[in-house]
């Protein structure tokens, strides 16, 4: 599914992982008591990570990454698309990797919007050196 995925959207990374089969089928077990308070699909998509990379150039890397996570406490002031009970963190990021050094704009807003996204913009330098 990952390849497939992958193709159609002209990306060079691809990944998905999840604990969908397995939350379903400790729901299905006898004897298992689902909580009542997390919705199902907080259920379900608990702990899964969406991932995706593309190279724009060939020293130029963008990559996303999208978490999901149940919560237990949901908070009232957040809005989330998929259930008030689930939490998503996202991080967006763009590599520069030249000889000098590897330069990263990155951002990991609590909400998507255009104020958190440039409200949480940072930028890196790493530079490798080996002897």
Do not use: C
Not at 7 to 14: A, N, P
Not at 32 to 52: C, K
Not at 106 to 129: C, H, Q
């Amino acid at each position: 599914v990952s390849n497939i995925i992958r193709e159609s959207l002209g990306l060079d990374v691809f990944s998905i992982r999840s604990n969908l089969l397995q939350n379903i089928l400790f729901d299905a077990l006898p004897g298992s008591s689902p909580t009542a308070s997390v919705s199902p699909v907080a259920r379900y998509l608990d702990n899964t990570t969406l991932y995706i990379g593309k190279y724009l150039l060939d020293d130029l890397y963008l990559q996303g990454m999208i978490h999901l996570r149940s919560s237990t406490q949901p908070d009232i002031n957040t809005f989330s698309f998929l259930a008030n009970d689930m939490e998503i963190d996202t991080e967006l990021s763009v590599e520069w990797n030249n000889p000098l050094a590897t330069f990263s704009i990155f951002t990991k807003p609590r909400e998507l919007s255009v104020f958190n996204l440039l409200d949480t913009i940072g930028f890196s330098v790493t530079k490798r050196i080996v002897f």
